[in-house]
Each structure stands twice: as structure tokens, then as C-alpha cells.
């Protein structure tokens, strides 16, 4: 088999470049190693940047996002038993961010690459790869009991934390960046309305609670949990019993629970790979970045990088131009280390860390008062969560 460009993984990140390379007519194929029914099982990511949903609209894979998306313009802050609201589309000057599913947007690009006739390849077992210091790089796989072989131009390693191709990289070429928290999330899905029509991040005395949704009748909330607790070890009703115990009294008094959907405890990690390029393989989103979810940023990250991917590749392509793919990491890594900065700060302002003792916590709110009490605090953290635009800093 050949193809220009082989994409390891169908998470957000491959469908996504696999979508945009389509549109510019560029040809190929992806591995996954799960089947597409399980990768549509994992929840995660919620909320999409303006950046990302104007690549979704370039992708045309946006027409349910607009329909079903929820238009948030702002979140509110919990802080020593008070809600303070963050007007992010007044602050940035008319800025939003849209409350959307992953594994919403995950569907939406199956359906279309499903449509458009495109090669995927679900359950490839054993996905090596090779030469991809020299033109003519190669992938296996195996599938039905055979290996089989895939000639391409390029590589694209979309294939998560936890994939092939960072690890396949030369350990000389390679430096990695890791900060891992001393605590987990623990998250639930449920057929329940959200306790508030925008999102409340609380930092209370019992630690950090997130409030967000799906709809207006799916809520998804979280948790700040040892990371020695089991998803086993919580029950629904000592989930809900805990969030009402970390929210204001009128969130509590609004709270509607009901059974999980879905429950699942997250470690939180910050985790930046420099470069994302050897030679002719690249790696693109949670291959290459990880960030604590506090500020929803990795979807987000993710597709930018796929798009400074996908127009590198096609500049490569149509101009015959190696400028963009040159120019890949360095682009890509300056935009993440903004939103690795960003997602540490915000997470370090709303979890609890006794090991940082009192004077931590005197810390923590000092903080949140000047962000409150000053234009220019709240306005920081308005701009980062709406995000960057793509060109930012060119
Ligand atoms: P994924 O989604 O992990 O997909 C990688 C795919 O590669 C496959 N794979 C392989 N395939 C073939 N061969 C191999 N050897 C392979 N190894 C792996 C995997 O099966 C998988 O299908 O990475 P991708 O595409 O880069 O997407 C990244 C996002 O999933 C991730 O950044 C976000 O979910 C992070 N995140 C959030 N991001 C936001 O922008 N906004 C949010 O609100 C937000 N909330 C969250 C989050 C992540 C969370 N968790 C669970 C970590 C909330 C949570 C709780
Ligand atoms: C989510 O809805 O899953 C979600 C929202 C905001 C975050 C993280 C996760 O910061």
C-alpha cells in the first residue's frame, strides 16, 4: 500500500489532519489501533476555542456543532464560598468559547471521512515505524493474523501520550518536559440539567469542583481526588454528596443528580516534547503536549497543531517548499507553551495544595482578588481561555 501521508491514531488530532489534507487533495490513510466504536467511549474535552471552530467550519464538519454547540461567553469563579464571573466576551471585545463534546466532534469527523470514502484503519495491531529519517518512510501494522506494509511521503504521529511514534524517536534527539501533579480528577456524566448555564470552577476548602456540560440535560462534573483514590472507591451518591459539600449554597440548592453515565479518574500532568519534527515523521497533539485540563486547552492545542501541519504539508506539496514544515515545531511549540503556562497557573490557583501551607493559600487569594478587583487580572485570564488566534506573535 502507498499514501502520501500515513496518520498514526483517530483521536481529534488524525481525523482532523486527515480531514484537512482531504480537503487540499492530499492523500491519506489512518491507523488506529482501538476500534471506532471504543474511541468514541472515551470522554473527554468539552469546551472548543474560536480557533478551533473556525477549523472545524474549514474542515466542514462543523453543521451539528452549530446546531447543538452552546455559545458560553463567560465562567464564574468559586472562591471562599463566592461566585465571581469572568466576562470573557466583554473583556476580549465579543470573544466565546463553545461547549461542545470530543466525542462529538470525534463523530462528526468519522461520519465525514466515512462519507468522502477515506481509508481508516481500525484494531491495527503492532503499528511500527520506520525510515522516517530518509524520503521514503514506511509503517506496519498488524491486522487479520498479517503484517502489512504502508509506503508514504511522510508521517503524522496523532497517536496520543501513550503512542508509538514520540517513542520511536531518536532518545538522543529528544528532550521532554514533565510536571505531574499530586492529585487526580475525578469525573461523572449525567442525563441530568447543569447546575448553572455557564461553567463554575470552584476552589474550595475541600478541594476543586467543576461544574460543565454536554446540553442542557447531560452535565459533567469533576472532582480534585488523591491520586491513591479508585474510580471503585466512589459510589454516585458520594460523588454528588461531595460537589454539593464544595459548592455556593445556591449551586447546591439547584443541584439536580441522577445515576452516572460515565465515571472516570484523570491524572493530571503537564508534559511538553521538544522538537515535534524528526526529520520526515511530526508529531501533533497529546503525542507531543499534555496539559492539566483545568484551562480546556489540549483539544484546542491539538488542532492547531494540525493545522500548521496540514498547511505545511500542503505548502510542501503544491509549492514544492519545505519553509512550512521546517518552520513546524518551532511554530507549534510557541503556542504551546503559552497554553502550558496558562493551564499550570490556572490550575495552580484552583486546586488545593496543603503541602504549600497557609501561606500558599493567603497566596491563592491574594490572586483571585486582583483578578477580580482589576480590569487587567480578569482580562488575563479572559484572553488566555478564549485562546490565541492562529497567527499570533507572526
Ligand atoms: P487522543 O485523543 O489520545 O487520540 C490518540 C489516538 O491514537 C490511538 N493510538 C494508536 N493508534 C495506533 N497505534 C498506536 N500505537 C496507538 N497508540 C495510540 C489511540 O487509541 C487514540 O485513538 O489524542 P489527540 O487526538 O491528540 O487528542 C487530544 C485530546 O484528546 C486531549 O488533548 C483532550 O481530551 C484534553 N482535554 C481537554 N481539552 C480541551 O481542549 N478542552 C477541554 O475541555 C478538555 N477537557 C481533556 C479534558 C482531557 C481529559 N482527560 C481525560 C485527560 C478533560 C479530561 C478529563
Ligand atoms: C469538560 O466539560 O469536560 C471540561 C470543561 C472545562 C475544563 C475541563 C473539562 O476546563
Redesign the pocket.
Known sequence: MRTQVAI???????LLLGQLLHKAGIDAIV????TGDY?LT?I?????EQVCIDLLDEAGVSERMHKEGLVHGGFDMLFKGERHRIDMNHLTGGKNVMVYG?TEVTHDLMDARKAAGLTTIYE?GN?TVHDFDSASPKVRYEKDGQTHEIECDFIAG???????CRASAPRSAIREYEKIYPFG?L?ILSDTPPVHHELIYANSPRGFALCSQRSQTRSRY?LQVPLTDKVEDWSDEAFWQELRLRLDPEARARLVTGPSIEK?I?PLRSFVTEPMRFGRMFL????AH?VP?TG???????ATDVKYLSSALTEFYQEKSEAGIDAYSERCLRRIWRAERFSWWFTSLMHRFPENGEIGQKFQEAELDYIINSEAGALSVAENYVGLPLDFGE
Open positions: 498514526i491514531g483517530a483521536g481529534p488530532s488524525g491507523l488506529e489501533r482501538q474511541v472515551r473527554r474535552a468539552g469546551v472548543l470530543q491495527a503499528v496523532c497517536d496520543g501520550f501513550h503512542g508509538v480528577w469525573g469533576y472516570s484523570a501533533a497533539g497529546d503525542a499534555i485540563p480546556a486547552k489540549g483539544l484546542n492545542l491539538a
